[in-house]
């Protein structure tokens, strides 16, 4: 009975040696699994912050051009507006010098008739004392 009772201390000294590694392995696995959880919870902060980051740096980016754009626009509608001025003003040069050549054109064409008109009188009158010469 001895050897049994001695098999049986030595079966419960290594059921509660094994309990006790049981016990151990539990805590490291839990452990474990809290310093797993905290790193994957920090890697999860750290991504989420250069996510937030990266998001800022691209709308600031986008900001910028469209400031950038919208300037450009500016000057190029000043620009537009400008060439526009310039046309109106050379358009209404151009229709000015248009304006002095009709009349010039007019009184040009005024003086050409008055002379016709004299020269036909003229003619008249020398064709008229021509044949007075004829016939005296």
Not at 5 to 28: C, F, G, N, P, Y
Not at 95 to 107: A, D, G
């Amino acid at each position: 009975m001895e050897g049994e009772t001695i098999v049986q201390q030595i079966l419960k000294a290594l059921d509660l040696h094994s309990d006790q590694l049981r016990q151990q392995m539990k805590e490291m696995e839990d452990r474990l699994r809290a310093e797993i959880q905290d790193t994957e919870n920090r890697l999860r902060t750290e991504l989420q912050e250069t996510e937030d980051r990266l998001r800022a740096e691209i709308q600031d980016t986008e900001n910028r051009l469209y400031a950038k754009i919208r300037e450009a626009e500016g000057r190029l509608h000043q620009k537009l507006l400008d060439l526009e001025k310039r046309t109106d003003a050379r358009f209404e040069r151009l229709e000015t010098k248009m304006n002095y050549w009709r009349l010039e054109w007019s009184e040009t064409q005024e003086t050409v008739d008055f002379l016709a008109r004299k020269t036909l009188q003229h003619e008249r009158k020398l064709r008229s004392r021509a044949e007075q010469n004829e016939i005296s």
